[in-house]
C-alpha cells in the first residue's frame, strides 16, 4: 500500500492547527487573549496609518485627518469594548479629548472673565448672527445683573465708578426707571426696543441703553406692548387665530387687546408674536391664555400668563434686527 | 516552503490585514485577507504551506475575534482535502470529482468567508436558523463581491507564475 508522507504531513500540520483553533477559542472566552490582542493590532497600526495618509478621500467623502480621528475612535471604542485596539491609538484619542477638554475649559473660563468683569472694553461677545440678507438679524446674550425694581446702590456705584474708569460721563452709565438690569449695552449694539428673549420666549424689551448696560422693560410691566396673535393647538393640528395687542399691568398677568367680537378666543390658547416688522420669523412666544371673558359690550376681557418670568432668569438673549440699506449677494 | 516564501507570505497577509483595517468601506472583513491566506497555502500546497496560512489566520481571529473560530477551524480542513494530492499529479488525476486548480482558490476562500460570516453572530443568533443565514448572508455578501475578484486575479496569478516557472513546488516524498 502506497503512503504519501506529504499527505500525512498536511493533515497532521491540519489536526495540529484545529486543536490551536479550539484551544485558542477556550482562551478567548476565558479572557486569556485580552493582551495578546492590541499587540497584534499594533502590528498591522503602521501600515494602516501610511494607509489612511495617502488616501486623499475615503468613500464617504471625508478628508484623511479626519478618517484617522475617526479611526482611531474606533478603534478606541474597539479597545473599550472588547480590548481590540493598540494602546497608541488609545494615547491618541486621549490626547485629543485631553485637547478639546482643554480648549472648552478655556473658553469657558474666558466667558467667566467677561461676566465679572464686564466693563471690559476688549471683552467679546459671543452673539449669534445670521447671514445678512435684506435683515441684519443678531442675537446678543446677556446676563441679567438686577432682578428687582431698581438699580441697588452697589451696582449703581460700581456703574459710576466704571464709567469714570472708561472716562465716560456720569449720565451715561445712570439708569433709572422700573425694570431689570443687563449687561449688553449700547457697545454690543442693544438699543431700545430689542426683544429681550429666554430661547425663543420673549421676557421683555429693551426700554433704555446706555454704552454697558441696558433696562429691560418685562412683558408684564405697565407700558408693554407688542402685537400678538393667537395659535390654538387642537387634535396636534394648529390653528393661527385673531391678533391682537398684548399689555402688560404690572401685575403677573398680561391683558390681550384688540379683539374683535367675533373672534374666537378660549383659555389655553397660545400667544405668539405676531412677526418681525411684518415678516414671519421664528416663533417668538410670549404665554398662553388663562381667562377669556367676553362681555356684555360685545368686548373681550382676556388675560394672559407669561411663559417665563424675567425674575427667574440669570441669562438672557438680546433679539435685534435692522434693515439693510442693500441687500448682500449671496 | 523556503524562508524567504515565508517572509513573502507573511508580508501579503499583513498587507491584506491593514488595507482591510484602514478601508473597511472599500474591504469588509475577510474579503483581502482570506484569499491571500489561501493562496499562500496553496502556493505550494505544503504541509508548511498550510502551516503558515492556519496560523497567520488564527493570529487575524485572535485580533479580531468572532463568536468562534469557524475560519481557522475550516481551514486545514478543507486545504488538506482538497489539496492531499499536493504536487503528485497523479494522485490527482485519479480522483473521480478533480476540481479545476484555478477554482481552488476562489472556492476555499468563498467557504472560509461564509464561514467566517457565520461565526460573526453570537450562538443565540443560531436559535432560529433562518435569521442566523439571513444575518450571515447579510453580513458576507458585501465581502463575497469584493473577495470573488480578489481571489480571481490571484489564482490566475498562481496560474501563471506556474506556467511561468516561478512557482517553486515541494517534490513529494
Known amino acids: 500500500m502506497h503512503s504519501n508522507p506529504e499527505r500525512t504531513r498536511k493533515w497532521q500540520v491540519a489536526a495540529v492547527l484545529m486543536v490551536l483553533a479550539c484551544a485558542a477559542a477556550g482562551a478567548e472566552h476565558l479572557g486569556a487573549l485580552r493582551s495578546v490582542r492590541p499587540l497584534l493590532l499594533d502590528i498591522c497600526s503602521p501600515g494602516r496609518l501610511v494607509v489612511l495618509a495617502l488616501a486623499p478621500f475615503d468613500s464617504s467623502g471625508t478628508r484623511s485627518p479626519e478618517r484617522l480621528e475617526t479611526a482611531s475612535q474606533g478603534s478606541a471604542a474597539g479597545a473599550a469594548g472588547g480590548g481590540s485596539q493598540s494602546p497608541s491609538a488609545a494615547r491618541e484619542l486621549l490626547l485629543r479629548q485631553l485637547l478639546i477638554e482643554n480648549a472648552r475649559l478655556r473658553r469657558d473660563l474666558q466667558r467667566e472673565r467677561q461676566r465679572t468683569d464686564p466693563w471690559q472694553p476688549e471683552a467679546e461677545t459671543e452673539e449669534l448672527a445670521v447671514r445678512p440678507a435684506i435683515l441684519d438679524l443678531r442675537v446678543i446674550p446677556a446676563r441679567v445683573l438686577t432682578r428687582q425694581d431698581s438699580l441697588p446702590d452697589v451696582l449703581r456705584e460700581l456703574a459710576i465708578d466704571a464709567g469714570r474708569a472708561q472716562g465716560l460721563n456720569r449720565s451715561e452709565l445712570v439708569v433709572q426707571g422700573a425694570g431689570r438690569v443687563i449687561d449688553a449695552g449700547r457697545e454690543q449694539r442693544v438699543q431700545a426696543g430689542d426683544r429681550v428673549l429666554d430661547g425663543l420666549t420673549v421676557v421683555g424689551r429693551i426700554e433704555r441703553s446706555a454704552r454697558w448696560i441696558s433696562l429691560v422693560q418685562p412683558v408684564t410691566a405697565e407700558g408693554f406692548r407688542a402685537r400678538v396673535q393667537l395659535l390654538r393647538i387642537a387634535e396636534g393640528e394648529r390653528h393661527p387665530g385673531a391678533t391682537g395687542l398684548l399689555e402688560g399691568t404690572g401685575t403677573a398677568v398680561c391683558r390681550l387687546t384688540g379683539l374683535g367680537p367675533t373672534d374666537a378666543v378660549a383659555a389655553g390658547d397660545e400667544v405668539l408674536a405676531a412677526g418681525i416688522e411684518g415678516l414671519t420669523g421664528p416663533p417668538l412666544y410670549f404665554g398662553r391664555v388663562v381667562r377669556a371673558d367676553f362681555l356684555a359690550g360685545g368686548t373681550w376681557d382676556v388675560e394672559v400668563a407669561p411663559a417665563v418670568q424675567l425674575d427667574d432668569l440669570e441669562s438672557v438673549q438680546v433679539l435685534r434686527w435692522e434693515w439693510l440699506k442693500q441687500g448682500v449677494a449671496p | ?173
Open chain 2, 1 to 173: 516552503m523556503s524562508l524567504r516564501g515565508t517572509g513573502a507570505g507573511v508580508l501579503l497577509v499583513w498587507l491584506a490585514e491593514v488595507l482591510e483595517q484602514a478601508l473597511p468601506q472599500w474591504l469588509p472583513r475577510g474579503a483581502a485577507v482570506l484569499p491571500v491566506i489561501c493562496a499562500v497555502v496553496l502556493w505550494n500546497r505544503s504541509a508548511s504551506g498550510l502551516c503558515l496560512g492556519g496560523v497567520l489566520l488564527l493570529l487575524d481571529w485572535i485580533a479580531r475575534p468572532t463568536s468562534f473560530p469557524a475560519a481557522p477551524l475550516l481551514l486545514p480542513l478543507f486545504a488538506a482535502l482538497l489539496n492531499t494530492a499536493g504536487p503528485d499529479e497523479s494522485g490527482l488525476q485519479r480522483r473521480r470529482f478533480r476540481i479545476p486548480a484555478p477554482l481552488l482558490l476562489p472556492l476555499l476562500a468563498g467557504v472560509l468567508l461564509t464561514a467566517q460570516s457565520v461565526s460573526l453572530d453570537s450562538w443565540n443568533v443560531w436559535r432560529d436558523p433562518l435569521t442566523a443565514a439571513r444575518s450571515a448572508l447579510q453580513h458576507g455578501r458585501p465581502a463575497l463581491l469584493v473577495l470573488l475578484p480578489v481571489s480571481g486575479v490571484l489564482a490566475l496569478l498562481l496560474q501563471l507564475s506556474e506556467e511561468l516557472g516561478l512557482r517553486r513546488v515541494a517534490a513529494s516524498g
